[in-house]
């Protein structure tokens, strides 16, 4: 009888060990999925880091580190520099987000080390060699706002083309906000071939605003799909990170969890 009893309680204290394993295995691996706690943020053509102000309010709320670039517009280069000044501010993993013309940035400075997932919102995903403007060209869009470039290399959207074309989901005043506040590219950024492609090496998540005017959905999804990107496709506009922020939130805390759990 007592050696029965010595060995009930053996097993009883090898099953309250193996619960104990169990929960702090758990608990680990739930830490590991939330280490990712930076987000970058950078931006497309005309447009600023302003429109990003729905999606920080609700990030931050959520206990992330949030950091917005002010691309110059002026290069390829000179963005993926701006973008990479602000990954290396930051104090461990980056989940890196870009919007439109940002997706062509975080394409490139996503092979920062720092980072350790892409997140594109609406955005363009070239390949090592391609341009933004072979994309913009592949399909057709129902409004082409995009004027030509001015003297000095310069492109603007057109007034009476924004609001439709690139944010017909906001009302006038807000996009009327937005159209004032445009950042204008230089024509050289649309037409500078990619040198590297992170999401080859990186996990990326993609957002398809199903009601773009700016870019094809349809263009959006062939390159998410080359990408092997983990695709949402929400009813949106272009800027559809401000129409729907909360649902964009969803997917950067997805890829943040996903990507640290990875790391």
Not at 8 to 16: D, I, R, V
Not at 148 to 160: E, H
Request: proline content about 5%; glycine content about 8%; cysteine-free.
């Amino acid at each position: 009888m007592k050696t029965q009893s010595l060995k009930n309680k053996l097993k009883s204290g090898l099953f309250a060990s193996a619960i104990i394993l169990s929960t702090i295995i758990g608990s680990a691996t739930t830490a590991a999925a939330q280490t990712v706690k930076n987000v970058v943020l950078v931006h497309g053509a005309f447009a600023d880091g302003s429109g990003f102000k729905g999606l920080y309010n609700i990030l931050t709320k959520k206990g992330y580190n949030v950091t917005v670039v002010q691309n110059p517009l002026t290069s390829l280069k000179d963005d993926v520099d701006a973008t990479n000044r602000a990954i290396d501010k930051q104090d461990g993993p980056v989940i890196l987000v870009g919007h439109s013309w940002g997706g062509t940035v975080i394409t490139e400075a996503g092979i920062n080390p720092k980072v350790v997932g892409l997140v594109y919102i609406a955005a363009f995903a070239p390949d090592k060699g391609e341009t933004t403007l072979q994309w913009a060209q592949l399909l057709p869009t129902s409004v082409n706002g995009i004027l030509p470039p001015d003297d000095k290399g310069v492109i603007y959207f057109a007034k009476d083309q924004f609001h439709a074309g690139f944010a017909a989901d906001l009302s006038k005043e807000e996009a009327d906000f937005m159209y004032a506040s445009q950042g204008p590219i230089f024509v050289q950024a649309f037409v500078a071939p990619v040198t590297e492609a992170a999401w080859k090496t990186k996990p990326s998540f993609a957002v398809v605003a199903t009601e773009d005017k700016a870019i094809n959905p349809d263009t959006e999804r062939k390159m998410y799909k080359r990408a092997g990107a983990k695709v949402t496709e929400i009813k949106g506009s272009h800027v559809v990170f401000i129409s729907q922020p909360d649902a964009v939130a969803k997917v950067i805390i997805e890829a943040a969890t996903k990507a640290g759990a990875v790391k």
